[in-house]
């Protein structure tokens, strides 16, 4: 989930040491009709790890993804429609009011990537080497929040062989 984080943005995100969810590729975001509708106005200027500028149509394609796959919308079941209200704004409407559709969305299963290509995402470090035993993710030079402080982050898988005790 940690690597998951580290690449794709969502709707909302947590940071360390905060409580409540923070915006990610949502600006804000406010509800109305006692938490059933919830609009999320977006973030323009964003863009893909492989440079394409994020369109609120990408956006809207992700989480309509997102929506539709099994694996992934097991806490949005009552989520009954998501559209564009106007460019920029995303709205989501719900069957039954949800206080904490936020929080649910900062989850890392409601990261959202690239539409047409998933390993393409939009958080703070790109996927730039990926071998069955080695990851290297570097970070994003198009991200918009805070950068971080590492430059490059590698993950390599070793034997698994059970080691026997030396005695």
Known sequence: QHIICA?????TRYTPGQPHPVPDLAHHW???????RWRFYLRSGA???NGQAISDEDILAGVQQLLADPARNAG?????????AAPWCLDITL????AMLAHRLAHHVCRL?????PEIGAGPFAIVRHHSHYLRLERQPWYFAAHPLLHAI?????STGAQKPAW
């Open 95 to 98: 069957h039954a009011a949800d």
């Open 76 to 84: 949005l079941k009552h989520v009954h429609q998501v559209s564009l």
């Open 154 to 158: 590698e993950f390599w898988r070793t």
């Open 47 to 49: 863009h893909w790890h």
């Open 113 to 117: 990537p690239h539409p047409q290509q």
């Open 7 to 11: 690449v794709h943005a969502g709707l």
């Open 30 to 36: 406010e509800t109305h009709d006692n938490n059933r």
